[in-house]
């Protein structure tokens, strides 16, 4: 931690406004990314923001210094996003898919998609495969820790990564062939 | 299926790319955030402190009922079977909400309405649509009637004094009876407060009443209280009737008193409430006037007349506000597609837009008005030039600073509102005792005086102008609790903290709604007549 993410850290912690709108200088623009990924539209990515960013600014206290601030300020953005799928009922996992076999082959795509567009692709997936993969593939958690932030079995999490791989994997195949096609012409 | 811990291209793909992704947030969140923050800071300020005020005033009227009710009170259990006991037979006692009964010590029991029961052989109380007869010595209770009277009390400007009942004397000074010049008329109100102030009838207080002994003519006792205990005595001789009820008193009186006021922003269509809550800053106000009361012995009616003083305190719009100090010649143009006014100055040599708040000694109403445009260009009019030692704009909005003297020593703007308030106020009376208490709520009529706006710098206040928002008319609730007492013979003193808030939105602008509230204390006094 930097001399004076720790300055600003202690600010917040003693209410001052000036040392939250800093930190919230620091961090939005990454926050807001996240939040575009677990949310539906922007309004709703709006309110998860202004959310966590209240809910960090009630519970620095107990951050203590350990681990990474910035790991520690994804992880409650990411919870209250959860938490308004669940308060929403969004959620809706489909508990049964079986793996597409020739999944290892997108090893042999080379394509550079902006992230832009691929925030859309995630975008476009179902509600329970985009939870699923934002938290597997991108933060990392294991599929332990996804059931258990979920609610569902192991075996719901690793199914519905599948699925939603094979429709990311798709979309982003023929984007790649698109713009291979229009390389040509 | 998948294997965990195996390594996936398309996951990695997808991390690489949006993992460290930023994206512009928003503009507006962090005043949103800003503003909830403050927000519940101050309803954390506001809980406890409401929780304290509302303690201190539960304590002190529990306390204040308790040393009253204890100390000056004949209603206590023991203290009425003493008396009762020496009555024998002919005794009548009533209780509260009109609902009369009649005690018949040889059953040791109470009557209620609608009975007929007899005492003792030759003595009938009939008790009827709350009226109780006492048949032989004519003894009646109606409670719809206002007055007390006792036809026994002998002469005319001649007094009695009463050092016992039934062999029990007072406790204190003895009570005085006395009549008036007229037959039939006692100059003491039988009331508990004008008989502890005359320091008689030390056991009798408000809602209790005893006839006494030896009372021989015909004279009439008045009293605003409804009768709890009547005690009467075998050696009453003409006594031929007994009236409880209800008088109604007038009285005219002043209240004023400060208050902690500010304005709640609610319900604003494409604005943000909480931030403009938050933005509010309360002030102490004043109200004062006249008032007019009819008080029967639970209600009292309450109308009058007051001027109220409440200001706005807009800190966040100072913030945005910038002070030029010019000492030159301007020219104001207005540029009419754009809403914003052009101001040039031969020293500075150079022109600026802005957001023009106020140029010294130009009317608001002519830099708003769009009737002074003309079609000669994008600058299209003219307004005159004049040499203004100040002019204000929105900072943010000055597309140029050279050789501008711009003063930064803005520390506040505040939006000073005067109304006349007309309220109509109905009272409960809750506790009747030397101190009585009330709880009271109505409604308020306002009526703006006017509405002025000034800038607050460090050494200067600027006037900017009045405000063309603020509604003429507007509409109150009100909720009270008065203490009450008397400290002359005709005057009583009232200390009563009142919560207001305005019903409807004093704001003329219909995406915002504006309720102003203040919490103080009125104290005042009152002239009975």
């Not at chain 2, 209240?255 to 709640?264: C, I, L, T």
Request: charged share 25%.
């Amino acid at each position: 931690m930097t001399d004076s993410l720790e300055n600003i850290i202690k600010g917040c912690i003693g209410s001052k406004s000036a040392s939250r709108e800093m930190l919230y200088r620091m961090y939005s623009n990454k926050m807001w990314a996240v939040c575009l990924r677990y949310t539906r539209d922007k309004d709703e990515a709006k309110d998860i923001l202004q959310e966590g960013f209240i809910k960090v600014f009630e519970k620095i206290k107990q951050y203590e210094g350990r681990g990474h601030f910035e790991g520690w300020l994804r992880r409650i953005m990411i919870n209250t996003a959860l938490a308004e799928y669940r308060k929403k009922r969004y959620l809706n996992i489909e508990t049964a898919y079986s793996a597409n076999k020739d999944e290892e082959s997108f090893e042999h795509i080379e394509s550079d998609i902006a992230a832009e567009e691929l925030l859309e692709i995630i975008n476009e997936l179902p509600s329970q495969y985009k939870l699923v993969f934002n938290l597997h593939a991108i933060e990392g958690y294991s599929h332990k820790e996804i059931s258990e932030l979920l609610g569902i079995e192991e075996g719901t999490s690793k199914s519905n990564l599948s699925r939603a791989r094979d429709i990311l994997k798709r979309k982003v195949t023929a984007i790649h062939k698109t713009a291979i096609k229009l390389g040509q012409q | 299926m998948i294997q965990e811990g195996k390594r996936n291209y398309l996951d990695d793909y997808f991390r690489d790319k949006l993992f460290d992704y930023e994206s512009s947030a928003p503009d507006d969140t962090w005043l949103k955030i800003d503003s909830r923050m403050k927000k519940k800071k101050s309803i954390i300020i506001w809980t406890v402190t409401g929780s304290i005020a509302a303690s201190i005033l539960i304590l002190i009227s529990i306390g204040v009922g308790y040393y009253f009710g204890s100390k000056h009170s004949l209603r206590s259990e023991s203290n009425y079977t003493e008396v009762t006991s020496k009555i024998k037979e002919k005794s009548i006692h009533t209780k509260e909400n009109n609902q009369k009964v009649a005690f018949n010590r040889s059953s040791n029991s109470y009557l209620g309405s609608n009975q007929t029961k007899t005492i003792n052989s030759d003595k009938n109380i009939n008790v009827n649509n709350n009226q109780l007869a006492y048949n032989n010595n004519k003894l009646v209770e109606n409670s719809k009637s206002e007055m007390i009277s006792v036809n026994s009390i002998s002469g005319q400007n001649t007094s009695k004094q009463i050092t016992s009942i039934n062999g029990i004397k007072p406790q204190g000074k003895p009570c005085t009876l006395s009549s008036g010049a007229n037959p039939g008329e006692l100059t003491h109100a039988f009331s508990s407060t004008e008989a502890e102030r005359e320091g008689g009838l030390n056991k009798i207080e408000s809602r209790q009443a005893c006839l006494l002994n030896k009372i021989q003519k015909n004279k009439p006792i008045v009293s605003n209280k409804k009768i709890d205990l009547l005690a009467v005595n075998d050696e009453i001789q003409t006594s031929n009737s007994i009236n409880t009820g209800s008088k109604k008193i007038w009285a005219l009186g002043g209240n004023a008193g400060p208050f902690y006021s500010a304005w709640k922003v609610d319900n604003s269509k494409g604005l943000y409430p909480d931030y403009y809550n938050s933005v509010e800053k309360p002030n102490v106000a004043y109200t004062g006037g006249l008032n007019v009361n009819m008080e029967t012995s639970r209600w009292r009616f309450e109308s009058g007349v007051y001027y109220s003083r409440s200001d706005q305190n807009l800190d966040e719009a100072a913030k945005n506000l910038t002070v030029i100090n010019n000492n030159d010649m301007v020219t104001i143009y207005r540029s009419d597609n754009e809403g914003d006014i052009f101001i040039s100055s031969p020293i500075t040599n150079d022109a600026f837009i802005g957001r023009v708040w106020k140029v010294e000694g130009v009317p608001k109403s002519n830099l708003d008005d769009p009737a002074r445009t003309n079609s000669n260009g994008y600058n299209s009019v003219y307004y005159g030039s004049k040499n203004v030692s100040y002019i204000i704009v929105s900072s943010n909005n000055i597309q140029s600073k050279n050789n501008i003297n711009v003063d930064n020593t803005i520390k506040s703007m505040v939006q000073k509102n005067n109304f006349i308030q007309l309220p109509i106020i109905a009272g409960y009376k809750i506790i009747d005792r030397k101190i009585d208490v009330f709880i009271s709520s109505g409604v308020c009529a306002n009526i703006l005086l006017s509405s002025k706006a000034y800038i607050n710098l460090k050494n200067d206040i600027i006037s900017v102008g009045q405000s063309q928002t603020i509604r003429t008319f507007s509409y109150s609730g009100i909720l009270g609790f008065a203490f009450e007492m008397p400290i002359a013979k005709k005057i009583n003193f009232r200390f009563e903290p009142r919560l207001s808030y305005s019903i409807s939105s004093i704001d003329k602008n219909s995406n915002i709604n504006v309720h102003p509230y203040a919490f103080g204390a009125f104290s005042g006094v009152s002239f009975l007549f």
